[in-house]
């Protein structure tokens, strides 16, 4: 079993930053390098939707939404993924996921692919 905490969320101005961490742990849990990660959100009277994923060896992908303000990366050693949010407007407040899975069989950016999810975290931009 994998488990995943997130942190990092908060009340933000429209136009300002915030940095998501999502650390990885489990009694059965492999090698942190060896997962695929994702970032996903829900808004309020939404559907949950694809942020961004970052593959094994680094390869990232993003939703049109956040592309180009927002960065994914991980760091295996501290078996933790981040989320970098720049540029936040109203829109972008949600309840921030994140997902991983040993195996990926189709697309990064579908939630059905991803095994363990975490507990989320409250992102609020204020306008």
């Known amino acids: 079993q994998v488990q995943l905490v997130e942190s990092g969320g908060g009340l933000v101005q429209a136009g300002g930053s915030l940095r998501l961490s999502c650390a990885a742990s489990?009694?059965?849990?492999?090698?942190?390098?060896?997962?695929?990660m994702g970032w996903f959100r829900r808004a309020p009277g939404k559907e949950r939707e694809f942020v961004a994923a970052i593959r094994t060896l680094g390869i990232t992908n993003y939703a049109d939404a956040v592309k180009g303000r927002f960065t994914i990366s991980r760091d295996n050693a501290e078996n933790t993924v981040y989320l970098q949010m720049n540029s936040l407007n109203p829109e972008d407040t949600a309840v921030y996921y994140c997902a991983a899975t040993r195996y990926l069989r189709s697309s990064s950016s579908l939630s059905s692919e991803y095994d363990y999810w975490g507990q989320g975290t409250q992102v609020t931009v204020s306008s």
């Open positions: 489990g009694r059965t849990f492999s090698t942190f390098s060896n997962y695929y």
